[in-house]
């Protein structure tokens, strides 16, 4: 059988996992090793084919976009397949242009049942996100930087007990931060903050600012499971205002990665509210204008600089929305799941299901950068399709009609709308954690034509759709 080959031989992998077999010594040494093979194991053929579509594209997309990068998160690993560390390894040499991966957390599922105790539940998962992902992405020439979410590292047993564990904000923090992206010379970060998963880096030559938020930054000392608290406290506030966004330079774009939404429409309305003073700093800046953040001041009025896309996952869907300035954009679930499908109604179609053995079994995808043209392109690798969302609004006018023109896309498209500022979800009778997702339209209706009429002022996004479900996608501010 053919297989894809990746830039890093089996044997050479092998001799190079010294960290994971230490980490696993005292575990069964038939468990380790079989890990240890099925690691090493190439790419299976099947990707071959559909491998190179994705990096033709990502390379005709690099010759006219100032940076790149790809975007994996909810690997969630018990339930994952395990392909797409290998894929991202086989990328790097079909797409060179693109030299960073980001990681937008959750690495264990939810409950431990599967091992012994509920710290050996977070362990695996630990220990197989650096020999599945950080290493052979790493052993490619890529670097990898990670974003922590709420189940990282925290377990429960069972949905029945109370028994899990929880690792230490301070340990949490050394597992985030081992990986050579995050170690790097250029990677600043809170030196004075023991728990500090929170970092940034700058492409000097691109002029793009990577800002990588904790939106989980506390542990509650009360619990065993689930201890993560959700928010962000005041010193990674403040250390993210003074350090990430007010010395931004002039003319950089920003990168925005953590996991959980920061706004309704790409999350929920108890998101909007748990990080308004997060979501407002990103919005005063972009602005230009001040926000009072934990007592303090922050004056933007001059700020040269400008947030590209605050990107997440956690909610395992497709969505984006654009609010006060700001792009939000969070991203389906790499892990076996089926909840990515029910989750991105309507604007992705019927997503397949992740059967093993076909190129459907992942999900992640390449982010591009086009500042000077205002445009992020994303492109799919598995269940999904393409998307190019303009970063300017347009502006229309209450009942004066406005007609859109797709020219990024091919042959006959489908419109749509939606109000950016909320969703509703009901609750789904047959899975309470996948809910029903339902799009308001009270701004703006659009008709086959793409001819947009407004009934009142707002927010909204309208959405262009080719036969295979690609999307070119406007910001619209309705006055």
């Not at 939810?110 to 362990?123: E, H, N, P, R």
């Not at 993210?240 to 999350?267: E, K, Q, R, S």
């Not at 947030?307 to 654009?322: K, S, V, Y």
Request: aromatic share 10%.
């Amino acid at each position: 059988m053919n297989h894809v080959e990746t830039a890093v031989s089996r044997r050479g992998f092998l001799a190079g996992s010294c960290a994971f077999f230490a980490s696993m010594m005292s575990r069964p040494a038939r468990a380790v090793l079989a890990a240890a093979e099925e690691a090493a194991r190439p790419l299976p053929d099947y990707y071959a084919a559909y491998l190179d579509a994705v990096a033709k594209k990502v390379n005709a997309l690099a010759e006219k976009t100032a940076d790149g990068f790809w975007f994996i998160t909810d690997l969630h690993i018990t339930a994952n397949r395990r392909q797409s560390g290998k894929a991202l390894a086989a990328l790097t040499a079909k797409a060179p242009a693109l030299v960073k991966t980001f990681c937008g957390g959750d690495l264990p599922e939810a409950f431990s049942q599967k091992f012994k105790s509920s710290k050996a539940g977070v362990d695996y998962a630990i220990d197989y996100y650096r020999l599945f992902w950080v290493e052979p992405i790493e052993a490619s020439g890529q670097l990898v930087y990670t974003a922590k979410g709420n189940h990282d590292f925290t377990i429960r047993y069972d949905a029945k007990t109370n028994d899990g564990f929880t690792y230490s904000p301070e340990e949490a923090r050394r597992i985030v931060m081992q990986s050579k992206g995050c170690q790097g010379a250029n990677v600043v970060t809170n030196r004075d903050d023991p728990t500090a998963c929170y970092y940034y880096f700058d492409n000097a030559a691109a002029k793009i600012r990577y800002i990588v938020a904790d939106t989980t930054d506390t542990i509650d000392s009360k619990r065993k499971y689930w201890a993560v608290v959700y928010g962000m406290h005041e010193t990674q506030l403040r250390w993210l205002a003074d350090n990430a966004i007010a010395t931004l330079p002039a003319g950089y774009g920003a990168v925005v990665i953590h996991h959980i939404p920061l706004t309704g429409c790409v999350g929920g309305d108890g998101e909007r509210k748990m990080f308004a003073p997060f979501r407002e700093l990103l919005e005063a800046y972009q602005n230009r204008r001040k926000c009072e953040l934990c007592g303090k001041t922050y004056d933007f009025t001059t700020a040269k600089g400008r947030i590209l896309i605050d990107l997440t996952g956690h909610h395992h869907a497709e969505r984006q929305t654009f609010q006060n300035g700001i792009l939000h954009v969070t991203e389906p679930c790499d892990a076996a799941y089926g909840d990515y499908i029910l989750g991105s109604k309507p604007w992705c179609g019927d997503l397949p299901r992740k059967a093993g053995g076909t190129v459907n079994e992942q999900t992640f995808g390449a982010v591009q950068l086009d500042p000077e043209h205002d445009r992020i392109y994303i492109t799919r690798v598995g269940g999904g399709q393409d998307r190019v969302i303009h970063l300017r609004p347009l502006v229309a006018k209450v009942n004066v009609p406005l007609a859109f023109c797709a020219s990024l896309l091919e042959g006959p498209v489908t419109w749509g709308c939606y109000d950016a500022d909320r969703i509703t979800t009901r609750p789904n009778p047959k899975n309470r954690y996948n809910p029903f997702v339902e799009y308001s339209h009270e701004i703006a209706k659009i008709d086959a034509k793409g001819v947009l009429t407004a009934a009142k002022p707002g927010e909204i996004m309208v959405l262009a759709m080719d036969k295979n479900l690609n999307k070119e996608i406007f910001p619209v501010t309705v006055v």
